[in-house]
């Protein structure tokens, strides 16, 4: 797979889950053009876990994207800060809302959607 395939996914996953959020009254997420590039590496990252192992379960998502986070020094805290790497979502998957778990159902959804297309 190209680089171009992973990036164009990733982009079409991160504007969903922007949509989504605005949804929940969340405005924090910015554009994929106005993103920091940590931000793009993630959802990158994310969809290369999906298109290589397409079995895995939205739980592997989050813990995916969990282990990345603390590697990057990320910690909880009750509203997400990129400033000072907090993030509400640093727990195990099943403690998660329902809200926040349906971020990781759509996410590997795209993926299998445009993996298989």
């Known amino acids: 797979m190209q680089v171009m395939y992973?990036?164009?996914i990733a982009k079409i996953c991160h504007e969903v889950n922007r949509a989504y959020c605005q949804a929940l009254g969340d405005n924090s997420q910015p554009a994929w053009n106005d993103a920091p590039e940590w931000q793009k590496e993630s959802a990158i990252e994310g969809v290369k876990l999906h298109i290589n192992c397409p079995h895995?379960?939205?739980?592997?998502?989050?813990?995916?994207?969990?282990?990345?986070?603390?590697?990057?020094?990320?910690?909880?805290?009750?509203?997400?800060?990129?400033?000072?790497?907090?993030h509400p979502c640093m727990v195990p998957f099943d403690q998660l809302l329902k809200e926040q778990q349906a971020k990781d159902y759509i996410f590997k959804a795209i993926c299998n959607a445009c993996s298989s297309s």
Not at 58 to 71: F, G, M, N, R, Y
Request: aromatic share 12%.
């Open 6 to 8: 992973y990036t164009e």
């Open 56 to 86: 895995v379960g939205p739980e592997v998502t989050h813990l995916s994207w969990l282990k990345q986070k603390i590697a990057d020094g990320w910690k909880y805290g009750p509203v997400k800060n990129p400033e000072i790497k907090e």
